[in-house]
């Protein structure tokens, strides 16, 4: 199976998990909260954020396994490969006890940093620690699964990201209609990874039997060596944590559970969309790496302007539906009650644009050799943001919060951003702004005035009716943006489909 086609089956897959995640998530929502109580999930939420926390002390070696077991395939060197999944699971080993150690301090903790009474901390502390147990086991298996990944199975892997949301979801069902509440969420939370990474263990075993035999004592080069790479991906991903995994405690401590939830239910729709809008350009980051290994310096600016486009195309589409359709959406879906308000709302779109703008950065700029740079630069923001996020809550509650994801990423991202790029590519901040920045900008203003406007409809004749325009609105986005599509690297059957609604020229036979 060539490259290309495992690239395609890899997004296939990731669009098939984000469209399952979404919807279910939608349906879920209102079902488990009426089950488990609104304050109790609003615990759930920011507690288990402090899991995720403990989850980041592994330095990025899960992350860099497969790179390492893909450089070594490509190679057709079994023996490092065996050293690497060695080296890989016994740092998974050692590092997961960690992990699980630091997870129950912090639990523990957890009551004298949020505002939470005994009975609330009671209600989720053996749900969470069931959850820390099921992470434990799994730590290990992990390796196998990362393993997979770096030998390209992509259709196993593909399907198991699937069997796993489907199982949560029968988990979490089955459960809650038995009556047991927030231990239902914690199940559906961490058994089914755990389910996942042992049948990925025995997918290994199966696949490639060699890799279990012959094992020795992991040599001192082979751990520093997995350690050392992993280390930029985890300060990026600890940055990226801070960023957006903080949000929920710092609500819980200045406004309490409730406010918790009403957060978590504003910014759903905004943060599944935005990953989506993500993955079709961190896609192509593979291709960016070759064409950088061929010595193509001015194909490489090219892309690199053109991923940022694409990005900010995906962002701006994003924010739209946020102004026009989110006030709406929440309102039907939950409940008005449980939506934060326009000020929130508008601030939700505005750290939609702002986080993708510094993705568009970051993500080449990293591909392109400085790993470590944006990994400290990401780190950087995820500290200013936490200050911020403090800051901000206590002297405008909740909607402070969410104001402090547009400012930690202008203030801080942005330039570090450009900065990279400028060091990895060549491009200075002008080629950005006049290739990219600048056209989005003028044509994204009037639109978001136009979802705004529609947003207003919501009050005034229906909470359908701004659902009913949205196609509409999705037209008239396509439509206006067209000059900004030109020069972006799309698979050939887009490019014709753009070229057949004249959006993009079409490309001549043998062009």
């Known amino acids: 199976m060539s490259r290309t086609r495992r690239a395609a089956i ?11 995640s979404l919807l279910t998530g939608i349906a879920l929502v209102p079902f488990t909260l009426a089950r488990v109580g609104t304050e109790t999930y609003g615990v759930w939420l920011g507690f288990g954020e402090l899991l995720g926390y403990s989850a980041m002390l592994d330095i990025g070696i899960l992350g860099i396994l497969p790179w390492l077991v893909a450089e070594a395939d490509g190679a057709s060197d079994r023996g490092e490969i065996r050293r690497v999944f060695v080296g890989g699971l016994t740092l998974s080993v050692i590092t997961g006890v960690v992990v699980c150690a630091v997870a129950l301090g912090l639990l523990l903790a957890a009551p004298y940093v949020a505002r939470v009474s005994d009975a609330q901390r009671a209600a989720v502390f053996g749900p969470l620690v069931m959850a820390v147990a099921c992470t434990f086991v799994a730590y290990p298996l992990r390796a196998c699964h990362a393993v997979l990944v770096g030998l390209q199975d992509v259709v196993f892997v593909g399907w198991a990201a699937l069997a796993q949301q489907a199982l949560a979801i029968a988990v979490l069902v089955t459960l809650l209609l038995r009556g047991q509440g927030i231990w239902a969420v914690a199940a559906s939370t961490s058994v089914p990874a755990l389910v996942v990474a042992a049948v990925s263990a025995a997918r290994l075993r199966r696949r490639a039997p060699d890799l279990f035999r012959g094992w020795a004592r992991p040599a001192k080069a082979t751990l520093v060596r997995i350690t050392g790479q992993g280390f930029g991906g985890w300060t ?52 960016l790496a070759q064409l950088r290994g061929e010595g193509r310096v001015q194909r490489v600016r090219e892309i690199v302007v053109a991923m940022l486009r694409l990005t900010l195309l995906g962002a701006g589409a994003v924010a739209c539906v946020v102004v026009a359709l989110n006030p709406s959406f929440v309102s039907l879906w939950v409940g008005t009650a449980k939506f934060g308000g326009v000020a929130m709302n508008a601030w939700v779109a505005a750290e939609v644009v702002a986080l993708s703008l510094t993705h ?18 990401v780190v950087a923001q995820g500290v200013f943001h936490v200050g911020a996020a403090v800051l901000l809550g206590h002297w405008f509650g909740a909607t402070g919060v969410v104001a402090a994801g547009f400012v930690s990423s202008m203030l801080v991202a942005y330039p570090a951003g450009v900065r990279l790029v400028s060091r990895a590519s060549g491009l200075a901040h002008g080629d950005l702004l006049r290739g990219a920045v600048l056209p989005w900008a003028a044509r994204i203003a009037p639109l978001l005035v136009l979802a705004a406007a529609v947003a207003l409809l919501r009050e005034r004749v229906s909470p359908w009716a ?24 799309l698979p050939g059957r887009i490019q014709g489909a753009l070229a057949r609604l004249r959006l993009v020229p079409a490309v001549e036979p043998g062009g």
């Open 10 to 20: 890899n997004v296939v897959f990731g669009y098939a998990g984000f469209v399952m």
């Open 360 to 377: 568009g950065l970051f993500a080449p700029a990293a591909t392109l050799g400085q790993r470590v740079q944006t990994g400290w630069a």
């Open 466 to 489: 701004p659902l009913a325009l949205a196609p509409f609105l999705g037209l008239t986005y396509l439509w206006t943006m067209r000059p900004l599509y030109r020069g972006i690297p």
């Open 236 to 287: 990026a991903g600890l940055g990226w944590r801070m960023v957006s995994a903080t949000d929920n405690l710092v609500i819980l401590s200045v406004a309490g559970p409730a406010m918790a939830v009403v957060y978590a239910m504003t910014v759903k729709l905004a943060e599944a969309l935005t990953q989506m809008s993500w993955h079709l350009v961190d896609s192509g980051m593979v291709g």
